[in-house]
């Protein structure tokens, strides 16, 4: 009787010790997945895809002139837009994000000039691209820098109290600061600051005279929203 209780207890521990390697076994496979056809094992990387949607502040600076006309001084309307950016990650690190955006600016006479009020109305998209290098040694948190090139379209150009008004297409360039903060694996929020350097040429004609001059915008661009990674 004594051996038979013996080989039973044995025989119940060789199915215990053989159900925890077991149960060991099947969480090894879960935490350290292979590829069925290789038995390689590999790990899931976020995709170097990377979208915001932003909604922007659009401060100008107020400054620019006429050519030939001494004291003349331009000021510009400020706005609030949505702003779609599109970031592709080479490392970690090191991303390029395309900026993409529409507004409008109304243009003031200031100075010598002041007496012709709202000389016209201009709607510019300003495609931005941007190097950028993000920081990640601080958790979820994740600040980065950048800096590219802008080329600036202007369209649907109505003139106010002038005759005419054309400003003309140009390149800038632009610097810009921001952070994520991210939620989870996919999602975060996001505030950013951009500064433009945009000078465009523009042709005016006022009372028959056609002039010359330079819209000094310089913008700033702050916004605030989120960020998907796929």
């Given at each position: 009787m004594?051996?038979?209780?013996?080989?039973?207890?044995?025989?119940?521990?060789?199915?215990?010790?053989?159900?925890?390697?077991?149960?060991?076994?099947a969480?090894?496979?879960?935490?350290e997945?292979?590829?069925?056809?290789?038995?390689?094992?590999?790990?899931?990387w976020?995709?170097?895809?990377?979208?915001?949607?932003?909604?922007?502040?659009?401060?100008t600076?107020d400054s620019g002139?006429?050519?030939a006309?001494?004291?003349?001084g331009?000021?510009?309307?400020?706005?609030?837009?949505?702003?779609l950016?599109i970031?592709?990650?080479?490392?970690d690190?090191?991303?390029?994000e395309?900026?993409?955006?529409t507004?409008?600016?109304n243009?003031?006479?200031q100075?010598?000039?002041?007496?012709?009020?709202?000389?016209?109305k201009?709607?510019?998209?300003?495609?931005?691209?941007t190097?950028?290098?993000?920081?990640?040694?601080?958790g979820?948190?994740?600040p980065y820098?950048?800096a590219?090139?802008?080329?600036?379209i202007?369209?649907?150009?109505?003139?106010?109290?002038?005759d005419?008004?054309?400003?003309?297409?140009?390149f800038?360039?632009?610097?810009?600061?921001?952070?994520?903060?991210?939620?989870d694996?996919h999602w975060?929020?996001?505030?950013?600051?951009?500064?433009?350097?945009l000078?465009?040429d523009?042709?005016?004609?006022v009372?028959?005279a056609k002039?010359?001059?330079?819209?000094?915008?310089?913008?700033?661009?702050?916004?605030?929203?989120?960020t998907?990674?796929?």
């Open positions: 004594a051996t038979k209780r013996m080989n039973w207890a044995r025989g119940v521990t060789a199915a215990v010790v053989l159900m925890l390697v077991g149960q060991q076994a969480a090894a496979d879960l935490a997945p292979c590829d069925p056809d290789q038995g390689v094992l590999f790990m899931e976020p995709s170097p895809w990377q979208i915001r949607l932003r909604a922007l502040g659009v401060i600076e002139y006429v050519n006309v001494p004291g003349s331009l000021s510009y309307s400020n706005s609030v837009t949505p702003e950016d970031s592709y990650f080479f490392t690190n090191v991303a390029a395309l900026i993409l955006g507004t409008y600016a243009i003031t006479g100075g010598s000039i002041g007496g012709l009020g709202n000389i016209g201009v709607w510019l998209l300003p495609p931005t691209l190097l950028q290098y993000h920081f990640t040694d601080f979820a948190f994740e820098v950048g590219g090139v802008n080329y600036t202007f369209y649907h150009q109505e003139a106010g109290s002038a005419d008004l054309k400003v003309k297409n140009t800038g360039t632009a610097l810009q600061v921001g952070f994520d903060y991210k939620l694996q975060g929020v996001n505030f950013d600051v951009k500064k433009l350097f000078k465009p523009f042709d005016v004609t009372a028959g002039q010359t001059g330079k819209a000094e915008l310089d913008p700033w661009l702050i916004g605030a929203g989120v998907y990674r796929f």
